[in-house]
């Protein structure tokens, strides 16, 4: 059956570099979903839109973004997903009063879960990032209990082959993300989403990120070093499990760096007596990076966009920020 007789649609949620979604209602049922519509006009872009709905039916865990159904029309496609409607993970943060240690380890416990369960399916996202995790609702509706958090994004994602836990991939991703391996142009694997994790992590604590710079080859030289500071200012009041724990998953040598099973097993991810100390300042910083994020987002997006109506083909391979 067709998508149009079966949900009706409402109001727009957001808007990808190629895609709009809609909140929509099952007409049967009554319940309410998610619809990303995603336009297609090559037989490449088509099988690309294809594996992604391959690799998101093969997921079903509360902390990954659920895929329901996807109906194809004659130039699109409809991804009938969860509802969630509490921004990205940033966009949360910045509107709560209060933010500690503890409260990043609610943060990261559920994406080091994500992660280990996909992994676990032989899936490497290759695109962590706050904007790729979305939150069911917001802290603040919920009296600032952290809400579950979602990871999406997965176009993409990657299944390894049975005989081998690399592959070969271009580089693509948001610069500031990439792992040492993927800069410097080798083979990859799980080990690049412990990185991008890392990364995150790091921003959370710190409200700035471990490496940057704003040229790109400049950038990834630093990533390929794999060098970064904890300052005291915002680093001295941190358990020595979180920063132990960021050692080991910016480990430049990927055989060296630690896999999400450690993850979840952790010290520090399992200790639910961390700090609740109000870090202010983390805050206050995390907002002045999340604004800038916003803003490059929407450069990217119109970037993205021309150059998809000017060159279809080749727009896909920059598209990502
Ligand atoms: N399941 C959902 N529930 C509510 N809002 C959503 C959902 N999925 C996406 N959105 C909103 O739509 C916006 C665009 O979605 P998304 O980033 O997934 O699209 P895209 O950029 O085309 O895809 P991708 O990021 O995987 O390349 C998001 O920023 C978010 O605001
Ligand atoms: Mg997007």
Redesign the pocket.
């Known amino acids: 059956m067709e998508f149009v007789c079966q949900y009706d649609v409402r109001e727009i949620?957001?808007?990808?570099?190629?895609?709009e979604?809609k909140?929509c209602i099952d007409k049967r049922t009554r319940q309410a979903f998610?619809v990303?519509e995603?336009a297609y006009d090559t037989a490449k872009r088509r099988d690309k839109i294809e594996q992604?709905i391959k690799i998101r039916h093969e997921l079903n865990h509360r902390n990954v973004?659920k895929l329901y159904h996807h109906y194809r029309a004659f130039d699109k496609y409809y991804l009938v997903?969860?509802?969630?409607?509490g921004?990205?993970l940033f966009e949360d943060l910045v509107t709560r009063n209060a933010f500690s240690e503890s409260t990043a380890r609610e943060v990261m416990l559920q994406l080091f879960n994500a992660v280990h369960y996909i992994h676990g399916h032989r899936i490497v996202h290759r695109?962590i990032r706050p904007?790729?995790l979305?939150l069911s609702w917001r802290s603040a509706e919920n009296n600032n209990h952290f809400p579950p958090l979602?990871l999406?994004?997965?176009?993409l994602a990657k299944k390894l082959p049975e005989h081998s836990d690399l592959i070969n991939c271009p580089v693509k991703g948001s610069p500031l993300y990439l792992a040492p391996e993927i800069v410097t142009k080798q083979p990859i694997g799980r080990e690049v989403d412990i990185w991008a994790c890392a990364v995150i992590f790091y921003i959370l604590l710190a409200s700035y990120p471990p490496f940057w710079s704003t040229n790109r080859g400049e950038l990834f030289g630093i990533i390929a070093r794999g060098k970064y500071n904890l300052p005291d200012q915002q680093w001295k009041s941190i358990s020595d499990g979180a920063k132990k724990l960021i050692k080991n998953m910016f480990m430049v040598d990927r055989n060296d760096r630690i896999t999400a099973t450690d993850l979840v097993e952790d010290v520090w991810t399992q200790n639910g007596k961390l700090s609740i100390t109000n870090r202010k300042g983390t805050l206050e910083h995390l907002n002045a990076f999340n604004a800038k994020r916003k803003l490059r987002g929407a450069v990217y997006?119109i970037f993205a966009m021309k150059r998809m109506m000017d060159n279809p083909e080749s727009a896909e391979s920059n598209?990502?920020k």
């Open positions: 949620l957001g808007q990808g570099s190629f895609s979604v909140r998610a990303k995603i992604e973004l997903m969860e509802l969630a409607c921004g990205d695109n904007e790729t979305i979602k999406s994004g997965f176009r997006t598209a990502v």
